[in-house]
């Protein structure tokens, strides 16, 4: 399937047909931007791999994690939004999450001489006989992240980009950073952290009074267009609307927000929302919540071993080999799903096959970006919450600030909305950000310890 034109002039221009060239400069730019973080503050003395061991260390992984993490589902909407199916986005996306793992595991977790209390990437792979119980806590963090990104993909076209990472994330904090306070042993100061789950919480609430408010703002779009349209005659209903014949062959001029606009995306769009139940968008999206807030906890214990589940003398996971393991269950979950989702399509995506999947560059490039991004974003999180909290890395899951804003310049979300629906965005975004700065102020620090 091929694109169609785009119903926003500000990306209609095509910058989804990315070269292998353009994923490999990719690449080189994440290992720089890491090494510039890490070389200063990272390297634990006498360390053989790259340690996050100080506060500002962690907050600024932290931050870069919430900018990759609040970016990769933009570029997805993006993709359904200009028609491209999301089984073909996801698998793609999939793929290079995956080599962004293995590119960090191998570049990160496997530099230097590997001891007994300091082991390597390289050197634990050969261990699982011994660390298998962390191993598994790491895939079953993965099978929770995958389940969660492929419900978020479905929800971000039922109930748009900022309400669903909002949901989704609130949702992840509350119930997520609440578990991993007390596997941290409360390292992180309790009143700041939960006045900050507090304002998630708030968030939660005022992201589905955003969407209701919004839904009602299309409902009454919609309905105006067709009133109108019936005492009026065609020419004038173009005239009415903004849409002459050759916008309607290009959608790329019609005025965001607009019921002509609302009708061209769902002409164009790969998953047709129009008439369908605002409970299944935020089903749905409830639904990712909760797989994602699993997976944090669950690295937590891979990575720190609370529960004791490892015989005495044997070295916990690395962040490094616990991130790979946990990506590898992430990528043969999403790998299996979607190609039965490809034959057996869900919420009305056309069908397709493994073959035309694979015949299908259109956008290719920007799905790979997005599973780069997430990679690394990943990567990062939890380079930051072993040094400072699980609990307080969860202040990346604000990533709906940076969600939100591509939401607005790039799709022209909430454009022409009600004032009601524009009072109740800001007061998201607000207990977000107050959000977001009650983690980070909650930050503790971690003794690296190995075994």
């Not at 119980?133 to 790491?138: C, G, K, M, Y």
């Not at 009602?216 to 903004?242: W, Y």
Request: hydrophobic share 45%; charged share 15%.
């Amino acid at each position: 399937m091929g694109f169609v034109p785009c119903p926003n002039k500000k990306y209609s221009f095509d910058f989804c047909n990315f070269s292998i060239r353009s994923v490999l400069v990719g690449l080189v730019f994440y290992r720089s931007l890491i090494c510039l973080v890490a070389r200063p503050m990272m390297i634990g003395q006498g360390l053989g791999i790259y340690v996050v061991e100080s506060k500002g260390g962690a907050i600024l992984c932290i931050l870069l994690s919430l900018l990759c993490l609040g970016t990769w589902p933009a570029l997805m909407a993006l993709l359904e939004r200009r028609g491209r199916l999301p089984q073909h986005t996801y698998l793609d996306y999939s793929i290079t999450n995956f080599l962004a793992a293995i590119f960090i595991a191998f570049v990160f977790g496997g530099i230097g001489e590997s001891t007994h209390e300091a082991p390597s990437f390289l050197a634990q792979l050969t261990q699982i006989q011994d660390n298998w119980p962390s191993v598994l806590f790491a895939m079953a963090g993965g099978v929770g992240l995958s389940i969660g990104n492929l419900a978020t993909q479905y929800a971000l076209a039922f109930v748009g980009l900022s309400v669903t990472e909002v949901t989704a994330a609130s949702i992840t904090v509350v119930v997520g950073t609440t578990v991993n306070y007390f596997l941290d042993n409360r390292m992180n100061r309790a009143d700041l952290l939960f006045s900050g789950v507090g304002c998630f919480l708030v968030a939660v609430c005022l992201g589905s009074a955003v969407h209701s408010s919004s839904s009602a703002d299309t409902e009454e779009k919609l309905g105006k267009f067709t009133r109108d349209c019936e005492i009026v005659n065609p020419e004038e209903c173009q005239r009415l609307f903004g849409v002459d014949e050759e916008e309607e062959k290009d959608m790329e001029n019609v005025k965001e927000g607009t019921a002509a606009f609302l009708i061209a995306l769902e002409n164009t769009r790969a998953i047709k929302v129009f008439g369908k139940s605002m409970v299944v968008g935020l089903g749905i999206t409830i639904f990712a919540g909760l797989s994602f807030s699993l997976f944090s906890p669950l690295f937590n214990l891979a990575t720190n071993d609370q529960w004791h589940t490892l015989k005495h003398g044997v070295p916990k996971l690395i962040v490094y080999t616990a991130f790979f393991y946990f990506s590898l269950s992430c990528f043969v979950i999403a790998i299996a799903l979607n190609i039965s989702f490809l034959y057996n399509p869900v919420l009305g995506s056309p069908r397709s096959s493994f073959t035309e999947y694979l015949s299908d560059w259109n956008g290719r490039g920007l799905a790979v970006m997005a599973g780069l991004i997430c990679g690394f974003g990943n990567g990062l999180q939890f380079m930051g919450g072993q040094a400072a909290g699980y609990a307080a890395s969860d202040a990346v899951q604000a990533l709906p600030l940076v969600s939100t804003f591509w939401g607005i310049y790039l799709f022209g979300e909430y454009r022409r909305s009600s004032p009601r629906t524009y009072a109740l965005l800001v007061g998201m975004l607000v207990m977000f950000t107050v959000a977001v700065g009650l983690l980070m102020a909650s930050a503790g620090e971690r003794e690296t310890q190995f075994t």
